[in-house]
């Protein structure tokens, strides 16, 4: 038997590694050293991690790991770097920008600490939601899948409490009712699928799996409760660390003020914008009245996933009827609740990927509905949230012809890059840019879709000032709140869900803006070198088949795609 590799070992094994492929590199021309380069890096050669033991079953949550796999991504931006890129062609040049960005980050990433400071990282069974998601019944292969990670969810929690160290007050509350629905789940509706479905070879084993793992998760809800915290606003990542993301991971040219000071403008036009609708709808209410009664107007308790379903199909039958973009086939969209993770940071819902079932891509579209345990005025805020408007434009965004279409064309591109590394700023941006493209050819039937619509945008607009005013200090937790309930007119609720999701994922927010933003003056700039012969599906089917790349690095693709033509 071989003896399990310590993480001395591994380091070890890396070097060797690093010191062979490098020699091989050097002796070949800079397209084949690019092109062995990446077979490498998807192959795992980079990717050092912890033999999965009794001690460290779970190896990317261990404080050893980050160390291991920094290495691991110091020496794979060695190699890449000894690649001469002006011998590249334009769309390795890219690909080769992509990993540069990712290795840099992975690298400086290990001064957050994210195994002592992010308690929800040692919450493991999140797929369990999607396997049982809409009274489905899980096949006799997932059920093997599903006992083998209830079997190893207890590691990770008891890794969870060696480990876990002063992490912000905030994130332990998120952790805490993430593993209270856990909790629920597993003694519910869960348990109900066991009883009821599963192959009776199994129930036993099953039974007990979740009798360990919700006793244990009470253990862990004690645990965080009596854990030293850091200060209340630990998870602030401050202006140097954001600058760099916008700068060196998304290829902006702002820094964190700029980007603050970009977003207010498009604030105030939103605001005109809506203020314009408002008369055209009702001369005598501002926007906001006009607002307070469209959230009167919602699905019923229970409903709410249908409407979504319903609005979803509508899009997608206006896509086709048109011929206003391919939709590769064969492809279906579920909706599924949000799982529990989500439910603290996704106030309406999202899109939760493709899994691939009997060949068939399956998107996921997270939907956050009425769940057990909600008080009546809880119902009553995530109702009026969840109204017809805004369901119809979500409904867009998340679908068809938004990331479910885009996540379509990314996971057929020829690029192992483009598939793997996708653009926050890119997936956000077109999923903006297809709301004001459905604007355009008649999606929006009513008043309040089309006051969804600009309000959504202005919600996006507060993004952009709000996520960096969180992270630079220059706004409170409870500031960023009550900025979203009264420049907004968000509901609580939904607000509270908004902020709690920037505060773990430093410049995702603004994306939707600055994303949309990018492509609107890329198409201009394209339609007014082109005239007619660019149109918008042409334009909308260039931009998914390029990949979800940063907006620097989509008009440069871009370009060269129809000028050199």
Same mark, same amino acid.
């Given at each position: 038997?071989?003896?399990?590799?310590?993480?001395?070992?591994?380091?070890?094994?890396?070097?060797?590694?690093?010191?062979?492929?490098?020699? *091989?590199?050097?002796?070949?021309?800079?397209?084949?050293?690019?092109?062995?380069?990446?077979?490498?890096?998807?192959?795992?050669?980079?990717?050092?991690?912890?033999?999965?033991?009794?001690?460290?079953?779970?190896?990317?949550?261990?404080?050893?790991?980050?160390?291991?796999?920094?290495?691991?991504?110091?020496?794979?931006?060695?190699?890449?770097?000894?690649?001469?890129?002006?011998?590249?062609?334009?769309?390795?040049?890219?690909?080769?920008?992509?990993?540069?960005?990712?290795?840099?980050?992975?690298?400086?990433?290990?001064?957050?600490?994210?195994?002592?400071?992010?308690?929800?990282?040692?919450?493991?069974?999140?797929?369990?939601?999607?396997?049982?998601?809409?009274?489905?019944?899980?096949?006799?292969?997932?059920?093997?899948?599903?006992?083998?990670?209830?079997?190893?969810?207890?590691?990770?929690?008891?890794?969870?409490?060696?480990?876990?160290?002063?992490?912000?007050?905030?994130?332990?509350?998120?952790?805490? *009712?993430?593993?209270?629905?856990?909790?629920?789940?597993?003694?519910?509706?869960?348990?109900?699928?066991?009883?009821?479905?599963?192959?009776?070879?199994?129930?036993?084993?099953?039974?007990?799996?979740?009798?360990?793992?919700?006793?244990?998760?009470?253990?862990?809800?004690?645990?965080?409760?009596?854990?030293?915290? *850091?200060?209340?606003?630990?998870?602030?990542?401050?202006?140097?660390?954001?600058?760099?993301?916008?700068?060196?991971?998304?290829?902006?040219?702002?820094?964190?003020?700029?980007?603050?000071?970009?977003?207010?403008?498009?604030?105030?036009?939103?605001?005109?914008?809506?203020?314009?609708?408002?008369?055209?709808?009702?001369?005598?209410?501002?926007?906001?009245?006009?607002?307070?009664?469209?959230?009167?107007?919602?699905?019923?308790?229970?409903?709410?996933?249908?409407?979504?379903?319903?609005?979803?199909?509508?899009?997608?039958?206006?896509?086709?009827?048109?011929?206003?973009?391919?939709?590769?086939?064969?492809?279906?969209?579920?909706?599924?609740?949000?799982?529990?993770?989500?439910?603290?940071?996704?106030?309406?819902?999202?899109?939760?990927?493709?899994?691939?079932?009997?060949?068939?891509?399956?998107?996921?579209?997270?939907?956050?509905?009425?769940?057990?345990?909600?008080?009546?005025?809880?119902?009553?805020?995530?109702?009026?949230?969840?109204?017809?408007?805004?369901?119809?434009?979500?409904?867009?965004?998340?679908?068809?012809?938004?990331?479910?279409?885009?996540?379509?064309?990314?996971?057929?591109?020829?690029?192992?890059?483009?598939?793997?590394?996708?653009?926050?700023?890119?997936?956000?941006?077109?999923?903006?840019?297809?709301?004001?493209?459905? *604007?355009?050819?008649?999606?929006?039937?009513?008043?309040?879709?089309?006051?969804?619509?600009?309000?959504?945008?202005?919600?996006?607009?507060?993004?952009?000032?709000?996520?960096?005013?969180?992270?630079?200090?220059?706004?409170?937790?409870?500031?960023?709140?009550?900025?979203?309930?009264?420049?907004?007119?968000?509901?609580?609720?939904?607000?509270?869900?908004?902020?709690?999701?920037?505060?773990?994922?430093?410049?995702?927010?603004?994306?939707?803006?600055?994303?949309?933003?990018?492509?609107?003056?890329?198409?201009?700039?394209?339609?007014?070198?082109?005239?007619?012969?660019?149109?918008?599906?042409?334009?909308?089917?260039?931009?998914?088949?390029?990949?979800?790349?940063?907006?620097?690095?989509?008009?440069?693709?871009?370009?060269?795609?129809?000028?050199?033509?």
């Amino acid at each position: 038997m071989t003896p399990p590799r310590t993480p001395v070992a591994a380091l070890l094994i890396s070097l060797l590694f690093h010191a062979c492929t490098s020699v *091989a590199l050097r002796d070949t021309t800079p397209v084949d050293q690019f092109d062995r380069f990446v077979d490498s890096y998807f192959s795992g050669r980079y990717k050092f991690t912890l033999e999965a033991d009794s001690a460290n079953l779970f190896p990317h949550l261990h404080r050893t790991a980050d160390s291991v796999r920094a290495a691991g991504a110091t020496a794979a931006l060695k190699d890449l770097r000894s690649i001469d890129t002006s011998f590249l062609d334009l769309d390795r040049r890219i690909d080769w920008l992509l990993l540069e960005a990712s290795f840099k980050r992975a690298i400086r990433d290990t001064v957050l600490r994210e195994y002592q400071r992010v308690p929800g990282r040692y919450l493991t069974i999140g797929g369990l939601y999607w396997q049982i998601a809409g009274g489905r019944n899980p096949s006799r292969s997932e059920w093997i899948t599903i006992l083998k990670d209830l079997h190893n969810a207890p590691s990770a929690l008891k890794l969870g409490m060696e480990q876990i160290a002063d992490p912000p007050p905030l994130w332990v509350r998120l952790a805490s *009712a993430t593993a209270a629905r856990y909790r629920q789940l597993l003694r519910g509706e869960f348990a109900d699928r066991v009883t009821t479905s599963a192959p009776d070879s199994f129930k036993a084993s099953l039974v007990d799996a979740v009798d360990t793992l919700a006793s244990l998760l009470d253990r862990f809800i004690a645990f965080l409760s009596s854990v030293n915290p *850091a200060p209340d606003d630990g998870w602030r990542v401050g202006e140097e660390h954001y600058t760099w993301l916008l700068r060196e991971v998304h290829f902006l040219p702002y820094n964190a003020q700029e980007l603050i000071a970009e977003g207010r403008r498009v604030h105030e036009e939103t605001k005109q914008a809506l203020a314009d609708l408002a008369r055209r709808i009702d001369p005598a209410k501002s926007w906001k009245q006009l607002v307070e009664e469209m959230k009167t107007r919602h699905p019923p308790a229970g409903g709410i996933a249908e409407a979504y379903r319903r609005e979803s199909d509508r899009a997608r039958a206006l896509i086709m009827n048109k011929g206003m973009i391919a939709i590769p086939e064969p492809e279906t969209l579920l909706f599924v609740p949000t799982p529990p993770p989500l439910r603290e940071t996704y106030a309406w819902g999202g899109y939760g990927g493709i899994e691939v079932r009997d060949s068939v891509p399956h998107g996921r579209f997270f939907v956050t509905d009425i769940v057990p345990g909600m008080s009546t005025a809880d119902i009553e805020q995530k109702l009026r949230a969840q109204n017809d408007g805004w369901i119809t434009v979500i409904a867009l965004h998340e679908g068809y012809p938004g990331h479910h279409l885009q996540s379509l064309y990314t996971r057929n591109h020829p690029s192992r890059v483009r598939v793997r590394f996708g653009s926050s700023y890119f997936g956000e941006g077109w999923a903006l840019y297809c709301e004001a493209w459905m *604007a355009r050819e008649g999606f929006y039937e009513n008043a309040d879709d089309s006051l969804a619509w600009l309000q959504m945008r202005l919600w996006r607009t507060a993004r952009v000032m709000i996520d960096p005013s969180l992270h630079l200090g220059m706004m409170s937790y409870e500031e960023a709140v009550r900025f979203f309930m009264d420049e907004v007119g968000l509901e609580r609720s939904s607000a509270e869900a908004e902020v709690n999701r920037y505060t773990t994922w430093p410049t995702q927010a603004p994306s939707y803006v600055i994303g949309w933003l990018e492509i609107e003056r890329l198409h201009e700039r394209l339609r007014n070198m082109l005239g007619a012969a660019l149109s918008d599906r042409a334009f909308a089917e260039a931009l998914l088949n390029t990949g979800s790349l940063p907006p620097a690095l989509l008009k440069r693709a871009l370009f060269h795609r129809f000028l050199s033509q």
